[in-house]
């Protein structure tokens, strides 16, 4: 398969044209040769975009929690989300979910990871949503329904049909329950294992009250260790140094944490302090899962340069999530892509990768139903 376009290759990002070669779903390179096989596409192609972290299911009960702290909002179990979401029934989670699908799919999102609540039966949910989905493709993480007193078969059943464990957060497992779930975890070695950390300041002085200790310091002396945590919003610099001497990733949700109102994290100091960061656009409850308005947020609020944002939003999140070969536009990586239309944001554009993290929106981004995109 040959596509005809510009594109934004390498981890660089550099703009080039050409015809871009595709076997087998890999991209092989470019090619001098000219085929009547081949795509035309007046616009940019980049790197497929990638959200981090959702809670997909949150799209039933949009903006339920104006002006509610987030503890009154999302603490299991009987944050107002949860009582919401007791009594929703299957048929009306399922048919928000594909609503959600479509948002990612529209906003050029190809894969994304989805924190998934109700155990078993929350996982089900959103696979059957999926399967009449190419892409967006997801990485589903669930977690027990049981808080108090795990059921390990529970545990080790969720890991069976999903890709790994997304928990709350530790305070809400006194510590031989958290053991016991990392426990089971290791035998599913690859699955992934990540957790909410450091979200407001409540989560912070909580941790230290009860334990004498913070959420990532508690992790770590339990011998927990996440692939990934959710939000740092407030890191202490030891938690920092932790994080990077343990090489775990920090996914970002600066949106959400200004949506409920509980600071934003210290993205620059993470950077600087060598942490890798991924971004996400967290709960559809109170965000849309656009990543381009997160990119662009982070990049009005932190000033950070615009390649290393949209290294966060593709390659970074590619590899926080144990995607292989995904994340660039690049010889042996997938022939995956976000497709954008050429429209006024990019058009006469001498910056064009601060263009794409800045002025892009959904209605830039046209979905291309490739054949070799399905692989």
Do not use: W
């Amino acid at each position: 398969m040959l596509i005809k376009s510009q594109f934004l290759y390498g981890e660089d990002f550099k703009l080039k044209k050409g015809i871009l070669v595709v076997e087998d779903g890999i991209i092989k390179g470019f090619t001098n040769e000219h085929s009547k096989d081949v795509i035309n596409f007046n616009g940019l192609v980049i790197p497929p975009l990638i959200n981090a972290h959702t809670h997909i299911a949150d799209n039933c009960i949009k903006d339920i929690g104006i002006n509610k702290t987030l503890d009154e909002l999302v603490k299991p179990p009987n944050g107002l989300k949860h009582r919401y979401l007791s009594k929703v029934s299957r048929e009306i989670l399922i048919e928000s979910i594909k609503l959600g699908l479509d948002d990612l799919k529209n906003n050029g999102i190809r894969y994304f990871c989805d924190f998934r609540e109700n155990g078993i039966e929350g996982v089900k949910i959103l696979k059957t949503s999926l399967k009449d989905y190419n892409y967006p493709k997801a990485k589903i993480l669930g977690r027990p329904t049981k808080i108090n007193k795990v059921d390990k078969n529970e545990v080790k059943e969720i890991l069976r049909i999903s890709d790994g464990l997304g928990l709350s957060g530790a305070n809400e497992f006194e510590d031989y329950d958290l053991k016991a779930i990392y426990k089971v975890y290791k035998d599913f070695k690859d699955k992934l294992f990540a957790i909410h950390a450091c979200e407001h300041r409540g989560s912070v002085e909580y941790s230290l009250k009860k334990y004498g200790q913070t959420e990532v310091e508690r992790l770590i002396n339990l011998k927990v260790y996440p692939n990934f945590i959710v939000h740092g919003t407030y890191l202490t610099d030891n938690e920092i140094d932790i994080l990077k001497e343990n090489n775990i990733p920090v996914v970002v949700c600066v949106r959400a944490n200004l949506s409920f109102n509980v600071g934003y994290p210290q993205l620059n100091k993470l950077i600087d302090n060598g942490l890798f960061i991924g971004i996400g656009s967290d709960n559809f409850m109170a965000n849309s899962p656009s990543i381009f308005r997160e990119m662009e947020f982070i990049y009005k609020l932190y000033h950070i340069e615009p390649k290393e944002i949209l290294k966060m939003a593709t390659i970074n999140n590619a590899k926080i999530l144990k995607l292989e070969n995904v994340g660039l536009i690049e010889e042996g990586f997938k022939g995956v892509f976000t497709f954008i239309k050429p429209t006024n944001a990019i058009l006469f554009s001498k910056n064009i990768v601060a263009s794409v993290v800045t002025r892009c929106e959904k209605s830039d981004v046209i979905v291309m139903n490739i054949p070799f995109e399905t692989v």
